[in-house]
């Protein structure tokens, strides 16, 4: 029963993992760039208005099927086509389409461009959810926002409303990559900075080593505590006094007192039980020469007699 409820409890797990792992929520809209003029090239060596998607969930999310819109009356504008498979989007990964009115070109080119002080809509499958929103500001109709792209500020953080809070005016385009700038000093080194002697290194690993120690010698004293209590129970039920009634009445069984009942009826039965015996010892003397000389005379053999004739 327990393996059942176990193997059950697995099975929704994993439905749940993959249920979650399909959640198109967990798209946003994450960097967007109105005017390219030598920025990023698209596969066709062309350089248009793009859109970048995030995955901000842990699991892969397959983006097939959704719609991509700047038209609040028609959400479904443009539809992701399904059964491709570089529409699903792997965990904290990033998905990116080409805002260029070109959408024979292929499955990330939309049927419509980026204008300023637009609305840009990822809508769910069903094409009435809204998933995110952001308005393209309109700033970007300047010709000094060229080749300047507007971005969350750290990747799948902000709003989802279009109201641009967690948004700002990129230093630099990253498209298909983390918008946060990556730190330029290693952690070696700014380990380095804080500890250059490294007290601080070497008092937390004898710390971590003392400590698995402490608790190793408690873990095998209380195994040690568990194993004495179990053996004394044992002892102690092996002195029980109705244990020893029990094979005392097992050794006072009718086969023992059988036996004993056979034993007197035998000594009682002198015929059978005893033969008579004598206690007379007859000693009989037997002379024989003896030698001092030798003791092994009587192991020689008689001389030989020479008949002689006459």
Known sequence: ??????????????????????????????????????????????QNAWIELFNSSYGTVDVGGCFLSDDAAD??????????????????????????????????????????????????????TIIDQIVVPQQFADSS?????YGRTDDGIGSTDGKGEGWKVMAKTSPSTNN???????????????????????VTSMSVVFIALIILYRLF????????????????????????KTTKAEENSSETFAAIAMALHLYQEENEAHDEESFV????????????????????????????RK
């Not at 993959?18 to 946003?28: L, T, V, Y």
């Not at 491709?84 to 998905?95: A, G, I, S, Y």
């Not at 926002?145 to 792209?149: C, E, L, R």
Request: aromatic share 10%; proline share 4%; charged share 20%.
């Open 221 to 244: 004293k209380r195994i040690a505590q568990i194993s004495n209590r179990k053996a004394d129970k044992k002892t102690q039920a092996s002195v029980n006094p109705q244990t020893i």
């Open 1 to 46: 029963m327990k393996h059942t409820r176990l193997l059950v409890v697995l099975c929704l797990s994993v439905i749940s993992f993959g249920a979650f792992a399909q959640n198109q929520s967990a798209m946003r809209i994450n960097e967007i760039l109105v005017t390219n003029t030598n920025d990023f090239q698209d596969d066709f060596g062309q």
């Open 75 to 128: 959400l479904r504008k443009y539809s992701i086509p399904k059964g491709d498979v570089l529409t699903k989007v792997k965990p904290r990964q990033h998905l990116l389409f080409w805002a260029d009115n070109q959408p024979f070109r292929g499955t990330f080119h939309t049927n419509f461009t980026l204008i300023p002080g637009k609305t840009i809509f990822f809508v769910a499958s069903d094409g009435k």
């Open 281 to 308: 010892v007859t000693l009989q003397h037997t002379d024989r020469s003896y030698s001092p000389w030798s003791s092994k005379i009587y192991s020689l053999r008689e001389n030989p007699q020479v008949n002689r």
């Open 145 to 149: 926002m060229t080749n300047v792209s």
């Open 180 to 202: 946060a700038e990556m730190a330029k000093v290693s952690k070696s080194q700014r380990m380095g900075e804080i500890d250059p002697y490294g007290w601080m290194l070497a």
